[in-house]
Structure formats: structure tokens, C-alpha cells
């Protein structure tokens, strides 16, 4: 295995990215090309969290995949506010298609995968990649930033009703244990992080995937869930409505229970350990793949 680090925009930007490459060996196929998986975690548009990222990347390594993993520009590192980290999202696909036969990539079968606001920022490229704002960024045809497919763990979907929600919850003055701040504090700091100081109920409309989804969606696999303390689940139904809809292939799951930011939802990955009635998502998640790229493993 092969890793590598490069910056995704040399000097312009921190923002970077990991791509953990498989060799092909000879005992198999040398010319094999394999399915990408480009991972966002999460970590509130501030910072991004490592269970979400080389856990993941490994997991899908094992599977056929190689695995890229993006630290797209947040509040940590430079102004993660929208459009910045999509302008990053985009900006990796269009690498990985670049690198696609040094890398024994099949540029036609490129996912992206993000948790918590990952999840919002791989949503708002599968919703908007045909935008012109990204094409004229980039200097390339619109086509070649489209995902193939999309895989969605817990991710804000509608800021406005997260915002709504938040408002109204009574639960506003528990500390949540993942971040140990109020929750209240902690969803209204991401909404502002990820819209914008102030933004208005228009600002965070724009800046919702959900105002987006059109037919040119790829196919989209999502998992939540119910009891999330986070983000407020109905998001995801209301989503997977819209692509219902426009007649579009998608997966949606909602475990009954589990705290966010599950990852893996297995040792290596979740503060509380393995949790078996959830990490089941990543089995099904392949298996969605599988069917809609049409790769062997």
C-alpha cells in the first residue's frame, strides 16, 4: 500500500488530502482498475475528526477501493464557510479523475462519502456539481466534477430546519458529551461556522442541499439515527422525499438508536465502542455501491 499527502491547491490553501492506493498484485490482475471512495468527516465545519477519516479509509481499502481522504478547508485551518469546502470537494474529484490511471482508479466509478458536515459538504456537491460556479473555478466541463455515487452518515440536510429545531429544543442546556459544550451552543456555532455570521433564513436556504436536488443527482445512500442529539433526523427523511420525486435512485436507513458521530460504529472508530445494530451501514452501503457502479469484489 501506498500512501500519499499533497496539498489541493499547493500554496493557496491548507487544505489537503491523503490517498491510500493499493497495488495490484500479479497473482490477481496488474492492469486492475478499482472503484475511488473520496471520505469528508465531520466535526461541526471547525475542525475535522480522525475517527472519521483513516478507519473509513481502511475499511474501503479492504474492500477493493482506494480510498482518498480530504481535510477540506474548515475553521481550523482557513474560512470553512460555504462555498469554500464544496470548492474543495470539487476540487479532489477533479484530481482523482486527473490521477485516475497512475492512481488504478476507473474514473467512472468515483464516490464520495461524508459524515456529520462532511455529509453537508459531499450533499452540496452531489446536488449543485453541475453549477457554474465550481466549472468556471476550476476551468473544466461541469460533468467531470459529478459523483458517480454518494454515501451520507448523519449529515445536516436543511439548515433552516436545523435551525428551527435547535431553537425550540429543550434539550438546549445538556452538555453534549462529544464535543462537552451545550448543546444549544454547539448547533448554533455549526450553523454559523457553515452559513455564515448572521446568515438569513434565505443565506441558509442556499447553503441547504435539500434546495438543490434536481435529476441530476447520482445515486445517494443515507443513514442516520432516530434518537440522533445532534442532527435532527427528519432532515433525512425530508431529503430522501425530494429524491423520490425527481425519480431518483437512493437508499435511505434509520437505526432506532445511536448517538452521531458513529463513524464505523465499531472499536476503532465510536467513543462508546462496536455498535452492532448500526455499523451494519457500511455491509449495506457496498452493497448499494456495488449495484449502481457495477464493480466486481
Known sequence: MEILTNQLW??????????????NSKDIELERK????????????ARITARE??????????????????NYTTHSIGDGTFPNPVLDLAKMMLIVRENAAKWQIDPEKVTIMGFSAG??????????????FLAEKLGVSAERL???????????????????????????????????????????????????KGATIAQLESVSPISHV????????????????MMYTTQLLNFARKLSENNLNYELHIFESGPHGQSLANYNSTPSGSEDGISIWAPLALMFLKKHLQYMN
Open 214 to 229: 434536481t435529476s441530476n443527482v447520482p445515486p445517494v445512500f443515507i443513514w442516520g439515527t432516530a434518537d440522533d442529539e
Open 53 to 70: 477519516q483513516e478507519p473509513v479509509a481502511l475499511y474501503f481499502l479492504n474492500q477493493g477501493y482506494q480510498a482518498i481522504v480530504l
Open 34 to 45: 478499482h472503484p475511488a471512495v473520496i471520505i469528508c468527516g465531520g466535526g461541526g465545519f
Open 146 to 196: 459529478r459523483p458517480n455515487a454518494v454515501v451520507l452518515g448523519y449529515p445536516i440536510l436543511d439548515f433552516v430546519y436545523q435551525k428551527e429545531m435547535a431553537a425550540v429544543d429543550k434539550n438546549r442546556d445538556e452538555i453534549l458529551k462529544l464535543v462537552n459544550q451545550p448543546k444549544g451552543l454547539f448547533l448554533d456555532k455549526a450553523l454559523e461556522l457553515g452559513a455564515g
Open 10 to 23: 499547493g500554496h493557496e490553501s491548507k487544505a489537503n488530502y491523503q490517498a491510500y492506493l493499493m497495488g
Open 119 to 132: 455529509g453537508t459538504v459531499c450533499a452540496s456537491l452531489a446536488t449543485q456539481w453541475q453549477e457554474p
